[in-house]
C-alpha cells in the first residue's frame, strides 16, 4: 500500500469516527419530566421554550448540545396521590429527572418518590430553607433563600421589634428558619397569617394598634402582595403613619405604582432576575404571542421569577451532560416501574447524575450564577435590593435598584440602619458623589454675579463651597452641590418619616450632606457623621437696642439710689452726733470777748461759747465730706472720735465713686431687656421661637432641663414663633420692635451681627455645646478618609482661616468691640451737664438766699427804727453797693451802734482772766442803760437813717 492510499483510509476513518461521535451525541436523547398545575402556566412555557431554544442553536454550534424531549404533567400539586402517580407515569416513560413546580403540602410526596427511585427533582418553588434534612437528598433548589439578606437588613436597621406577615406553610418554615440562624437578640417577631385577603383590615386595624411599624411581607403569590400594599395604602390609620415594609417576593418590582401615592410606604425588595439578558426578549415576545391567542386571561404580563429559574434550569441539564460527556460517563435510560407489588430497584445512574448537578455552574443564567451545595441550595448567588422611589421628571413612584447583595462576601455592600443599601468603594470612587445642601449665609450663598455663569455649579459662594474644595483635594474625589427640595434640615415628624437634608440622604437621593448640620443623637441613629468641622451651640438674637447715653445726672449713677440715700442720713446723723457731743463735751466750751454796751461803756465783759452749733456742726460734715475742710475742729477727744470715722468714710465713699464715676460718664450703654436664657423663660413680654424643623428645635423638644422645658412648654403652645427659615427669623427679629428673640446656632448668630444693617445683637451665653458634621449614608466606604481630611484641615489651620473669611473679614459692621473703644475716649457736654446745673442751680439758691436775708434785715431795721420798710431797703442797698453804712456826719454813738459785728469769731476769743468762781457764769455788765436811754438811743437811729436817705 503506498502512501496515497494510506492517507485515504486514514481520511476516512477520521470521517467515520467523527459521524459516529455526532451521532452519538445527537442521537443521546433526554428525557425530562414536568410537573405543573393543571392550567397552562408561564413556568410550562417557559421549559418548552428553553427546549426549542436549545434545539435551534444546536444548528450552529459544534458539538451540539444534547437533544431534549419532554412529558409533561399538569396535575393539581397539592393531591399528592395523583401528583405521585404522575411521577410514576415519568419514570414509566424513562424520564432522566424531573423539573417543576412544588408546594410545602406536596415536597414530601415528591422527596418520597425522587429518593426512593434516585430521580432528581429540580424545582423553582421552593428554596430548601426549612424543609431539608442533613441527607443529601435527591433535590435542586432553584429558588435562593431570602432570609440570608433578610436577616442582614433587619440587623443593621436595627428594628426592635417587627411584623411577620404570611399566608401559606411556607412562609411558616421560613419563620422558623429566620429564628433558628438569625442571630437578631432581643427582636420581638409578631407573627400574622392572612386567610381572607378580601378582609385584611382587621389585620391592619391590629399593626396600628400595636404602635411597630416595621413589617416583613411573606406572600405566595405577587397578587397577593399587590393586595396588602394597596388596601395598606388606603387605609386610614396607616395613610396617616410611616411604615417599613420588606418584602420577599422576588416579583415585587414588575408591580404599577404609578397611580398610586405611597408617601406613606417605604418598601424595601428584592429582585433576580436579569432583564438585559437576551433569552428575556425571546421568551417575552414568544409568551405575549401564546397569551393573546390561547390565554387572553392570564394576568402575567411579564418574566416572572419562578419561569426565569425554570428556564435557567434547562441551561443547567444542558452544563450537567457536557460535563459528563468530557469525562466520558455515559448513562442508561432505564425503565423504572412503581407497581405495589414489585420491589423496583432504583435507578443506577442517579447518584452519577445528581452528582454532576450539583457540581454544574451556570454563569450566565436569566439569575444570574446556578451553583449548588451538598444539599441542592443554590449558593454563590446575587440579590439586587431595590426601594420604591419617585421619578424626578413625573413624579411616578417606581422601584430602583439600591444595592446588590452578594452571597459569597456580604461585606461587598453595606446597608444602613433604614434598610438603605451603600455602594461599594470601587464604584463610589468612580463617579459624581451628590452633595445636599441648603441655602444658607455664609455656609451656600448665590453669588451677587450669578447670572455672568453658564455651569450651575459656579453660581454659588460660601464656607461649605470652599471646605469641599478643601477636601476634595484630599480624598481626591469629584462631586457636585444639590439643594434640598423642601428647604428644611432634617428632623423625624411624628410617624417616623425624615425630611429635609437627612431624609434625601436616607432615601438615597444624595450621597453626603455638607451643610450647617448638627450632629445629633437621633440623626446619629440613621446616618453617619464625620467629625466636626465646626464647633458652636444654641444662642439668643434679638434687635439691637439703642444705646442709651448718660443722662443729665449721670454722675449719679456710679453709686446706687440706696447708697445716696443712706449717704444722706449718715451726714444728718454725724451732725447731730457731733453737736450733742459738743454740748455735753466741757472741752469744747470756752470764754470769748463780750460785745461793747451800747452807749460806749468800756467795762470788761467776757461769755462762755461753744463753736459746733447746730449749723456748724452740719457745716464741718459737708466741709469734710466734700474734701474741702473748715474753719473750725473739734477740742474735745469725742468730737475727733466723730470726726475720725467721719473722714474715713467719707474717704472710702469718695474714692469708690470716683473709681467709677469714668466708666459711667464714658461709655454709652446699651441696655438689653434680657440677658440669658434664664431671663427669656421668666417674661412674656418679649416673644421667641426657632425654626420650624432642625437640630434646635429637636433640642428644645427633648431637653430635661428645667428652664429649656419652660421654654418649650411657651414655644409649643404659643402662635406665630416658628419660622420656616432662619431668614425669616431674623426679618422677624428686626420688624418687631424689640418684642421676639429668635434661637439658632452661635455661627449664625455672629454672621448676622456682622452684616448690615447691624441692628441685632446675640445676648447671653450658649445654651449648649454642639458640632456641625458632614452626614454620610451608613456604611460610607470613604467616612475615614472623609474625617482625617477634616483634622488635617483643622491642624493646618485651614478651617481657623475659612472661618475668619467668611464671617469677619467679609463683614459689614467692622469689628464687635470698635465702637465702643471709639467712644470711651471723649466726654461730651452731655455726659456732665448735670453737674453744671448744680452748680448753676447752687449759685442762684445763694442769691436767693442773700435776698431773704436782705429784706428780713431790713424789716427788721425798719421795725427798729420805727420807719418804712421801702427806706430801710434803699439805705441797705446803699452799705451794699458803698460798702459803709454811717456817713460822716452821724453821732459817734450811733456808728459804733451800726457797727457792732453780729457773729463771734475765732480772732474774738480770749484767755479767760483771774478769779474765780464759776467759770461759765456770765459776769454782769458795769453798767445797765435805762429806759429813757434806750427811747433816746431810737430816736437818734431814726434821725439817722433818714438823713442817710
Not at 39 to 68: C, V
Not at 701 to 716: A, F, G, K, L, P
Request: negative net charge.
Amino acid at each position: 500500500m503506498d502512501c496515497e492510499e494510506l492517507r485515504k483510509w486514514i481520511t476516512l476513518c477520521i470521517f467515520c469516527l467523527t459521524c459516529i461521535y455526532c451521532d452519538l451525541a445527537v442521537g443521546q436523547i433526554i428525557t425530562i419530566g414536568g410537573v405543573f398545575p393543571e392550567e397552562m402556566s408561564q413556568e410550562h412555557k417557559a421549559l418548552h421554550h428553553a427546549i426549542g431554544s436549545l434545539r435551534t442553536r444546536n444548528n450552529t454550534i459544534s458539538p451540539p448540545a444534547p437533544q431534549m424531549t419532554l412529558y409533561v404533567e399538569n396535575v393539581k400539586i397539592t393531591d399528592s396521590f395523583i401528583l405521585g402517580k404522575s411521577m410514576c407515569e415519568m419514570f414509566d416513560k424513562g424520564a432522566y429527572l424531573i423539573v417543576g413546580v412544588s408546594s410545602s403540602t406536596s415536597l414530601p410526596t415528591i422527596k418520597a418518590y425522587s429518593n426512593k427511585f434516585n430521580i432528581p427533582y429540580i424545582t423553582s418553588s421552593l428554596s430548601g430553607t426549612g424543609l431539608l434534612s442533613n441527607e443529601s437528598d435527591y433535590q435542586l433548589y432553584l429558588r435562593p433563600s431570602p432570609i440570608p439578606v433578610l436577616v442582614e437588613l433587619i440587623t443593621r436597621a436595627k428594628w426592635a421589634e417587627f411584623h411577620y406577615v404570611y399566608d401559606e406553610m411556607e412562609g411558616l418554615y421560613r419563620l422558623e428558619h429566620l429564628l433558628e440562624v438569625a442571630n437578631i437578640e432581643p427582636i420581638t417577631i409578631n407573627p400574622i397569617h392572612i386567610r381572607d385577603f378580601d378582609n385584611i383590615s382587621p389585620i391592619l386595624s391590629k399593626i396600628e394598634a400595636s404602635e411597630v411599624h416595621n413589617i416583613v411581607l411573606d406572600t405566595s403569590t405577587l397578587w397577593r402582595t399587590n393586595t396588602v400594599l394597596k388596601k395598606a395604602q388606603v387605609y386610614g390609620p396607616i395613610t396617616t403613619s410611616v411604615y417599613n415594609f420588606i418584602v420577599l417576593d422576588f416579583d415585587l418590582n414588575h408591580l404599577d405604582f404609578t397611580d398610586r401615592k405611597y408617601d406613606r410606604l417605604r418598601i424595601t425588595g428584592l429582585s433576580m432576575v436579569n432583564e438585559h439578558h437576551p433569552a428575556h426578549s425571546d421568551f417575552m415576545e414568544a409568551w405575549n404571542e401564546v397569551k393573546e391567542k390561547k390565554y387572553p386571561r392570564n394576568p402575567i404580563d411579564y418574566f416572572a421569577f419562578e419561569s426565569a429559574l425554570t428556564y435557567d434550569a434547562v441551561q443547567l441539564i444542558v452544563e450537567t451532560f457536557k460535563s459528563m460527556q468530557e469525562d466520558g460517563v455515559d448513562i442508561a435510560n432505564e425503565v423504572l416501574k412503581c407497581e405495589a407489588h414489585r420491589d423496583t430497584s432504583p435507578w443506577s445512574y442517579g447518584d452519577t447524575l445528581i452528582s454532576y448537578l450539583k457540581q454544574a455552574s451556570v454563569y450566565n443564567g436569566l439569575t444570574g450564577q446556578l451553583e449548588f451545595d451538598d444539599l441542592g441550595r443554590r449558593k454563590n448567588y446575587f440579590v439586587d435590593i431595590i426601594k420604591l422611589g419617585s421619578d424626578p421628571v413625573s413624579g411616578n413612584h417606581r422601584f430602583e435598584k439600591d444595592g446588590t447583595w452578594d452571597s459569597s462576601s456580604p461585606e461587598r455592600f453595606a446597608i444602613g440602619r433604614d434598610g438603605s443599601i451603600v455602594e461599594p468603594v470601587d464604584t463610589v470612587l468612580n463617579r459624581t458623589l451628590i452633595i445636599s445642601t441648603i441655602l444658607s449665609r455664609p455656609y451656600y450663598m448665590l453669588k451677587k454675579n450669578a447670572d455672568d455663569f453658564e455651569d450651575e455649579q459656579d453660581k454659588y459662594e460660601g464656607y461649605c463651597v470652599d471646605l469641599m474644595k478643601e477636601i476634595a483635594k484630599y480624598m481626591d474625589i469629584s462631586y457636585k452641590f444639590k439643594l434640598v427640595s423642601d428647604g428644611n434640615y432634617g428632623s423625624m415628624n411624628k410617624s417616623g418619616r425624615w425630611n429635609g437634608m437627612v431624609g434625601e440622604l436616607i432615601d438615597g437621593e444624595a450621597d453626603m450632606v455638607v451643610a450647617p448640620l448638627t450632629i445629633t443623637s437621633e440623626r446619629e441613629q440613621f446616618v453617619e457623621f464625620s467629625t466636626p468641622f465646626m464647633n458652636l451651640g444654641i444662642s439668643i438674637l434679638i434687635k439691637k437696642p439703642a444705646n442709651k447715653k448718660p443722662g443729665v445726672f449721670s454722675f449719679l449713677h456710679p453709686l446706687s439710689h440706696e447708697i445716696w440715700m443712706c449717704i444722706v442720713f449718715s451726714y444728718v446723723g454725724v451732725s447731730v452726733v457731733l453737736f450733742l457731743v459738743s454740748r455735753f463735751s466741757p472741752y469744747e466750751w470756752h470764754t470769748v470777748d463780750a460785745p461793747p454796751p451800747m452807749f460806749g461803756d468800756s467795762g470788761d465783759r467776757q461769755e462762755m461759747a461753744n463753736d459746733f452749733g447746730i449749723f456748724n456742726s452740719l457745716w464741718f460734715s459737708l466741709g469734710a465730706f466734700m474734701q474741702q475742710g473748715c474753719d473750725i475742729s473739734p477740742r474735745s477727744l469725742s468730737g475727733r472720735i466723730v470726726g475720725g470715722v467721719w473722714w474715713f468714710f467719707t474717704l472710702i465713699i469718695i474714692s469708690s465713686y470716683t473709681a467709677n464715676l469714668a466708666a459711667f460718664l464714658t461709655v454709652e450703654r446699651m441696655i438689653s431687656p434680657i440677658e440669658s436664657a434664664d431671663d427669656l423663660s421668666k417674661q412674656t413680654e418679649i416673644a421667641y421661637g426657632t425654626v420650624k424643623s432642625g437640630s434646635t428645635l429637636d433640642f428644645f423638644r427633648t431637653t430635661n432641663v428645667d428652664v429649656y422645658e419652660r421654654m418649650w412648654s411657651y414655644m409649643s403652645t404659643a402662635e406665630d414663633v416658628f419660622v420656616d427659615t432662619i431668614g425669616l427669623g431674623i426679618d422677624k427679629v428686626r420688624s418687631s420692635k424689640g418684642k421676639y428673640a429668635l434661637l439658632l446656632e452661635s455661627t449664625m448668630n455672629d454672621f448676622i451681627n456682622q452684616r448690615k444693617p447691624c441692628d441685632t445683637i446675640r445676648v447671653g451665653d450658649n445654651l449648649n455645646s454642639r458640632g456641625y458634621g458632614i452626614a454620610m449614608k451608613k456604611g460610607f466606604p470613604r467616612k475615614e478618609d472623609l474625617t482625617l481630611a477634616i483634622l488635617r484641615l483643622r491642624e493646618d489651620g485651614v478651617l481657623h482661616n475659612l472661618e475668619q473669611t467668611w464671617w469677619f473679614e467679609k463683614g459689614e459692621c467692622g469689628p464687635p468691640d470698635a465702637k465702643s473703644q471709639e467712644t470711651a475716649n471723649e466726654l461730651s457736654l452731655s455726659n456732665v451737664a448735670g453737674v453744671f446745673y448744680i452748680l448753676v442751680g447752687g449759685l442762684g439758691l445763694a442769691m436767693f438766699v442773700a435776698l431773704l436775708e436782705f429784706c428780713y434785715k431790713s424789716r427788721k431795721e425798719a421795725r427798729k427804727a420805727k420807719t418804712s420798710l421801702s427806706i430801710a431797703m434803699r439805705a441797705k442797698a446803699r452799705m451794699s453797693i458803698k460798702g459803709d453804712s454811717v456817713n460822716e456826719y452821724a453821732p459817734e454813738y450811733t456808728k459804733a451802734l451800726s457797727t457792732v459785728p453780729i457773729s463771734r469769731t475765732n480772732n474774738l476769743r480770749t484767755p479767760q482772766k483771774g478769779g474765780s468762781g464759776n467759770p461759765f457764769a456770765r459776769k454782769s455788765l458795769t453798767h445797765s442803760p435805762s429806759e429813757e436811754d434806750l427811747l433816746a438811743k431810737g430816736k437818734m437811729e431814726e434821725i439817722y437813717l433818714k438823713e442817710s436817705i
